[in-house]
Structures are given as structure tokens and as C-alpha cells.
């Protein structure tokens, strides 16, 4: 769900200058991740830190999951969803 809700405002983002100009400048707080996600619900998104941070972690152990069994070493880091999101979105 917070996947789809990332996809749906980097979409939105890309469209409104004034959306996207809002969302960089929580970077620059001193809560950046509840920042952010406080003014994703604000403005409509279903997104919440502890969900967001957890997206990278969940697709490591679903990896791990479906090799049934066959791979027993977790892997060593996982993409971090709000960097990744915010590297998008200065590239667009």
C-alpha cells in the first residue's frame, strides 16, 4: 500500500512544482521522515514512517521466503524507500 501511495505522489510531484517544492523542504527539518509523512496525510497520501521504513525490510524477508528455504542469509542492506523516493524526485 505505501508503495503504491509513493508512486501515486512522485506522479502528482512531478506534475505540481508547488507539491514537489513542499515535500524537498522537509528534508531540511529536524524530523525529516515525520515531516514528510505528515504532510503526505495531510495532503491525502496514506503514508506513515513506520510503514515506510519498513518497505525495504519486508522485501528482503519475502525474498528469503520465497526460495523455500534455500536462502538462509538475509541480505545485507535493502533499498531505503524515502531516499530512493527523494533521489526521484530531484532527477525529475
Do not use: H
Not at 515506510?52 to 538462509?72: C, F, H, P, T, Y
Request: proline share 3%; glycine share 8%.
Amino acid at each position: 500500500m505505501t508503495e503504491q501511495e509513493l508512486e501515486r505522489l512522485l506522479k502528482d510531484a512531478k506534475k505540481d512544482q508547488s507539491l514537489k517544492d513542499k515535500l524537498l523542504k522537509t528534508r531540511d527539518s529536524k524530523n525529516p521522515v515525520e515531516d514528510f509523512c505528515s504532510l503526505c496525510q495531510a495532503m491525502g497520501y496514506d503514508i506513515k514512517p513506520g510503514e515506510l521504513m519498513a518497505i525495504g525490510q519486508n522485501s528482503s524477508d519475502e525474498k528469503l521466503r520465497s526460495v523455500n528455504g534455500g536462502g538462509v542469509n538475509p541480505i545485507d542492506g535493502w533499498d531505503d524507500a524515502y531516499e530512493q523516493f527523494f533521489m526521484t524526485l530531484l532527477w525529475t
